[in-house]
């Protein structure tokens, strides 16, 4: 811990300059309280461009380094202004925009399908989700308590000692050790977090790019079966499997990760029944 | 000639092209109109109403631009934007027209050549299409503009589902999503390798699905007029209106270069554009066969319009839910269990119509079963008793 500290002064400050800028941002406690933007993005800014150099590695296309930093860094600051909006749809919106960010990182990692499935879900569907609700629920505008973000102190903590693990464990290159352990920490953070995940994304692309190929890297928004098993979507165990077209992704998924996926599915299918029967029925007055 | 430059100049045209199209295909549209109903239709402008279209044009630019004080501003100009752009995006991986060899060196009938996901990037792009309606909608900051846009979003998340798992049996039986190879497929195998034979059921879902993706009549709840003015784009004016009629049109074009590829074989036509036929300038023809079903389709879609009724909301969410999700799903277990066996593929053709048929008759008793369930309910005569009455007609009559 300590060793890391001082080998990596840049990654440190970044991180709390950051947070510091993170913090200044989020709507205050009083709904309709203003506080000047500008210290915030500042901050923010310069903390981002210190972790991104501490971190980042170059690839070796040009055209690849180009896209890389365009889709991680408009990640990043999509992640910051979706948790700092006001608006919940704005946030909303954000959200999207990270979403397909990420997606643009998996293109790179040749992972076409991943990146398309993860557009129909995300921000074909559950965003739209978010935006209907939100316009369901609140015509006339946003609720007080959607203005302002409770425990706004505690979550940024919480979120940026959650990405200075992810960035020590990356940066120790104990990727073997690090992985389950990074990955665990990532599933037990609550929505405080939401911010990490694309942060998160990066990062590991960073130094995925740099690890030696076929290294475990983990996919960021990967399904839940990902950590048990060796190798992933985007760098098999097995080099003799092309996983990024659809034909190898689909041998992988149902010949090495058939069980997990089997689980997902029944589990799915529990959800959906359990949806159904919570559901009233016509007879008991609904619509 | 260099790669980039080739796509460029695809982009360029393509880009160019639509727009006027679109124009165009409004004209049609009213002229196709007014011949249903027997009228004349626009013929003020140039010959036969011919510039028309241009006049409408000139109008929309000229126009003054007009953005409400109510309105959030940013996203009130953003959606239309999106609109335009995800109905674009879209077309970059359809191939417009035959992509092999017999075309020249320095023409390509697609943007992006070689997408291996091609059917699911397409889906993914116009999944993001209805943020251009539910942002319009919301910005708009207008009651009929929400209910608009709050209607289309249910409509599009819900049709997106029966849309993609219709072709997902098609996907199965041909081994690729490429649009390319899908049409390669079919155009080397002639007419009756179309894959409409073997999926006519998947291919009436799909055009289905897609009419109400693009939110044309019968699905078009998110604008009726009669009931909300205009929908989600009642407080837009001049261009930014247009951008989304433009949206609508490139969707519509979209759609019918896709059912065309997928389902009715590409730019194969018996004796004039087959595989074999090598007679010089046969990719124009190609193309222009292309062209020729992707137009008929639009045709369809307009006549359509002025043939069956707007659907009510939840007859709307019925049909997708209870009637296309759970036929698309057995049609992709009938391909399944076809390609398992090895079965000859005809076996699908007489599949589907049996699922057509075995899934009509079950609809109907459910219906009636719901009817039965609800309060005041009289069972109709049957038609049999009517007539042993002496009356042809007029069941509890007495």
Redesign the interface.
Known sequence: MMDWLQAHPMTVVGLVLWAVGVLWLMPGRQAGSTRPKIPGLLFTAAGLFAFCLSCGKPQTQLADEVMFWVFAVSALLCGVLMITAKNP?YAA?WF?LATLATCGLFLLQSA??L???T??VY???VI??F??VI??AQ?SGAAGYDQKSGQSVMATISAFVLLGAVAMTLQQEKLEIGVPIVVAKAKGASDEVAPAQPNMSAMMQASGSGAPAGGPTPPPDAPEEKPAVPGNLLSSADPEHAV???KGLGRSLFSDYLFAVELAGTLLLVASIGAIALAPRREQGAL | MPEILITLLTIGVVVAAIPGVCNYLILLERKLSAWMQDRIGPNRVGPMGLFQPLADGIKLLLKEEVVPPHVDKV?YLLAPALSVFTAMMAFAVVPFGPVDDSVPGFLRFIIAPN???GL??I???T??G??GI??G??ASNNKYS?LG??RA??Q??SY?IPL?MSVLGLALMSGT?NLEELMHQQTQGGIMSWNIWFQPLAAIMFFTASLAEANRLPFDLAECEQELIGGWHTEYSALKWALFFLGEYTHMITISFLTSILFLGGWNLPFIAEATSNYPGVWLVKLLVLFGKAFSFICLMIMLRWTIPRFRFDQLMELAWKVMIPLSLANLVMVMFCMQFGFNRWWLFVGSLGLFAAWGVISANLREAELAARPGYVKPKKKAAAVAHGHGHAAGHH
């Open positions: 749809v919106l999207a076409p399908f990146a398309a499935a557009i129909i921000a074909g569907a739209v989700t935006l209907f316009m369901l015509q990024g077209d659809l | 996203l997408i291996n996901i699911i990037f889906f993914a792009i999944s993001l209805v943020y539910v942002l909608g919301w929400a846009a709050m979003s249910a599009v998340v997106e993609g999503l």
